[in-house]
Structure formats: C-alpha cells, structure tokens
C-alpha cells in the first residue's frame, strides 16, 4: 500500500486541479512501488510530471494577481530543486534517498495541497479563472494589488516594486 493515496480528502473542486493531483498521487505511488531497476525512471517521471503540474499552478497564480515571489512559488521551487537533487543521488547509486524522498513527499503533499493549493482553487473559482482557456469571468474579482504571502490575505511585506508584473488574464 502506498504512503499516500487519492481521497475525497484531496479534492479541491477544480477540476483540472484535481486531476494533477491525482497523476502527482499515482505517480509517487509508482516511486514507491517500483523496484531497484525501476524506482529512478519511476522518479524521472514524477519528476517531470511535477515541473509541469508546479508550472502550471505557478502560471494560473500569475495570471490572477499573485506575486511571482509568493511563498507558494517558492515552495515550489524548493520541492523540486530537491527532487532533482535527488534524482542525480539516484543515479549515483543512492536509491535510499530516493526512496526516502518520495515519503516525505507524501507526506509533504496532503499538507501542500489543503492549504496553499486550496488557497489557490478558491481564489480562481472567486475570480472565474478557466484553468483550461485561461478566462476570467469576473475580472472585477481580481485584486487590485498583487497577492503576496501563501495566496491568502497574508501579506509577506515584500515590495511591490520588487515583483514581476502579473500575466495578463484573457477576459470574458
């Protein structure tokens, strides 16, 4: 049985979200699962499989007003710098610290997802942001300044004039 497996728990209530979430689940199951010849491929996978699901949370952020230095960016970052560095102890033999990764990945996710991911999900659905087309139906919804901090009210107290300027959402 894996560390961490899909459940009602996990569910945001956006869709394409929760689908990511659920492959980055299915994946790290894989990790677990996989023995010696196969658990590096398994986390090269999970590996890509994250940078692309982490750059996509990361684009909807900016497209809505969050600020490219808020903590929820950052912990991307993070999180998969660690993961490559993994991967390059991997296939230097270390598959123990692959294997402990992934556990701590798992337990790191549930976490990751229920507050800042949430956090996120409830802000797209206040805006109308379409994750799939990139629309928001109710840009009188969008902030007026930058969303700093985890995407919440929270402010980090970082100055604006430091961020990058936010995407521009297409409006409907």
């Given at each position: ?13 956006l869709p ?106 409830l802000h ?49």
């Amino acid at each position: 049985m894996a560390a961490l497996e899909w459940t009602d728990a996990l569910v945001l209530d956006l869709p394409l979200m929760d689908d990511t979430h659920r492959e980055f689940v299915d994946l790290l199951a894989a990790v677990e699962q996989a023995g010696d010849a196969q658990v590096l491929p398994a986390w090269q996978a999970l590996i890509d499989h994250t940078d692309q699901h982490f750059g996509q949370e990361d684009y909807w952020m900016a497209a809505t007003r969050f600020a490219s230095g808020n903590c929820h960016s950052t912990q991307h970052k993070v999180v998969l710098t660690i993961m490559r560095e993994g991967a390059e102890r991997g296939a230097k033999g270390e598959l123990d610290v692959v294997r402990t990764m992934a556990r701590e990945l798992a337990v790191w996710f549930p976490q990751h997802s229920q507050s800042m991911d949430a956090a996120l999900a409830l802000h797209l659905r206040r805006v109308g942001y379409d994750p799939a087309t990139g629309t928001v139906h109710a840009p009188d919804a969008l902030p007026q300044d930058l969303i700093h901090g985890c995407g919440g009210a929270c402010s980090s107290g970082d100055d604006e004039a430091h961020a990058a300027p936010a995407a521009q959402p297409a409006v409907a």
